[in-house]
T-cell receptor
Framework: KAGVTQTPRYLIKTRGQQVTLSCSPI?????VSWYQQTPGQGLQFLFE???????NKGNFPGRFSGRQFSNSRSEMNVSTLELGDSALYLC????????????FGPGTRLTVL | KQEVTQIPAALSVPEGENLVLNCSFT??????LQWFRQDPGKGLTSLLL?????REQTSGRLNASLDKSSGRSTLYIAASQPGDSATYLC??????????FGQGTTLQVKP
């Protein structure tokens, strides 16, 4: 079974731009969660999607948004990028959500200049 | 509010040593606990998931234990190898299902 894939792996953007990250979960998994990882804050939860519906949301500003498609693939969008958005963005896949084993992708490294 | 703590933040051991990594959590009403490994700049690899009803879970040279009453989990690594060098994270799901992570223990195994 293929693992979780994330594209692109690396991104360099400038302040004020917007960016879209993509995550394809393990086949058959319906839950996709997104996390931001920074050296100072560690891993922080952004949101979770299950069957195309946002089920949980973390404490991030509205510039961070996401969606999930009918094939369970998920996208995350960040608008009006700020320097502080530079981070490793990880998505996690599970069969039914946070109480099940979570499998993470390799991440997208976003650098905002 | 659930908080997860991992001590120490960093650990350096010679190859071949057996070692224990610690994870503590403030709310003992957990559903499960998951241990992950992260290599620099990479994603998280799931090592072990231990359910709240279990006391131990083993995979190869790894053994995770869980003591809910004391709010502690340990990850035991037997006969450590340089390839075990990485950051190890533990996480528990909150009551909404999102994972709450510790800050991790960075392990260096010296040849």
């Amino acid at each position: 079974k293929a693992g979780v894939t994330q594209t692109p792996r690396y991104l360099i953007k400038t302040r004020g731009q917007q960016v879209t990250l993509s995550c394809s979960p393990i086949s058959g998994h319906r839950s996709v969660s997104w996390y931001q990882q920074t050296p100072g804050q560690g891993l922080q939860f952004l949101f979770e999607y299950f069957s195309e519906t946002q089920r949980n949301k973390g404490n991030f500003p509205g510039r961070f948004s996401g969606r999930q498609f009918s094939n369970s693939r998920s996208e995350m969008n960040v608008s009006t990028l700020e320097l502080g958005d530079s981070a490793l963005y990880l998505c996690a896949s599970s069969s039914a959500g946070g109480y099940n084993e979570q499998f993470f992708g390799p991440g997208t490294r976003l650098t905002v200049l | 509010k659930q908080e997860v703590t991992q001590i120490p933040a960093a650990l350096s051991v010679p190859e071949g040593e057996n070692l224990v990594l610690n994870c503590s959590f403030t709310d003992s009403a957990i559903y499960n606990l998951q241990w992950f490994r992260q290599d620099p700049g990479k994603g998280l690899t799931s090592l072990l998931l231990i359910q709240s009803s279990q006391r131990e879970q083993t995979s190869g040279r790894l053994n995770a234990s869980l003591d809910k009453s004391s709010g502690r989990s340990t990850l035991y690594i037997a006969a450590s190898q340089p390839g075990d060098s990485a950051t190890y994270l533990c996480a528990v799901p909150s009551n909404t299902g999102k994972l709450i992570f510790g800050q991790g223990t960075t392990l260096q195994v010296k040849p």
